[in-house]
């Protein structure tokens, strides 16, 4: 049997993925669309999109099942403490090229605002969604998908830092057994790495009972170089 916590974590999931949208009138499970993965202090981590629904892809990250961010060991589904979903139900009506191109412009879109948002300028999306035209995202909803009972002990600094550094030390095997992988996969691992050092760094000061270091502390750009689009050889694994 799972866990109390995965057992509590997938029922508020299944809650969220069975609101009704108010557009299509269909739950969100069903629809289509861009979705936003948040950690515990509310920054953004991630950003994906589905043409099949959110309750099969979000399934594969949230619920164990495979997908290349699990396969990958990018994501860590205990890290994700909320979700936003944008559907786009209607869109299912276009034809599957205008389809994609409009859901690639709402992801690219979503994804610019994540990484405005990020304290880092940086996010843990192996590839970088298709550079398109800025648009008005949808309606967004949002909701939280830790049991309020147990969020203490999963929030704690220190569950936290053992986490990111198993995470961190996988996706860095993935990269060491392989050999050859993509240089996204590779930017991930420093983001990864400078959210491992922030948190260490925050729960040092705080047990010396100084300031948290200013978010300036670490140059991210400078170690990851440009996030907001792909270079002419990212998409190519190295060697």
Do not use: W
């Not at 499970?29 to 099949?52: L, M, R, S």
């Not at 997908?67 to 990958?72: C, E, G, H, I, V």
């Not at 559907?87 to 090229?97: D, T």
């Not at 398109?132 to 002990?153: C, G, H, K, T």
């Amino acid at each position: 049997m799972p866990t109390r916590f995965v057992q509590g974590f997938r029922e508020k999931l299944s809650e969220a993925l069975d609101t009704v949208d108010d557009a299509s009138g269909d739950k969100l499970t069903k629809c289509i669309g861009v979705y936003a993965f948040y950690d515990y202090d509310g920054e953004p981590i991630y950003v994906g999109q589905t043409t099949e629904d959110f309750g099969t892809r979000i399934g594969r990250h949230l619920r164990g099942q495979r997908s290349d961010t699990l396969a990958y060991r990018i994501l860590d589904p205990f890290e994700v403490a909320e979700m936003e979903l944008y559907p786009v139900q209607h869109l299912r009506q276009e034809p599957a090229k205008v389809r994609r191109a409009l859901v690639d412009a709402i992801e690219y879109s979503a994804y610019v605002r994540a990484i405005q948002k990020s304290k880092y300028k940086a996010i843990l999306n192996e590839k970088i969604p298709p550079v398109s035209a800025i648009v008005a995202l949808p309606a967004a909803y949002r909701f939280d998908l830790i049991p309020e009972n147990m969020r203490e002990d999963r929030e704690h600094p220190d569950v936290r830092i053992a986490r990111r550094a198993e995470t961190l030390a996988r996706v860095a095997a993935v990269a060491h057994e392989r050999g050859e992988v993509s240089a996204g996969l590779r930017r991930v691992i420093v983001i990864q790495a400078v959210r491992l050092a922030d948190l260490a760094a925050a729960r040092l000061a705080f047990a010396e009972g100084r300031a948290r270091p200013a978010r300036t502390a670490i140059d991210v750009p400078a170690l990851v170089g440009n996030v907001m689009a792909e270079s002419d050889e990212a998409n190519a694994d190295d060697s």
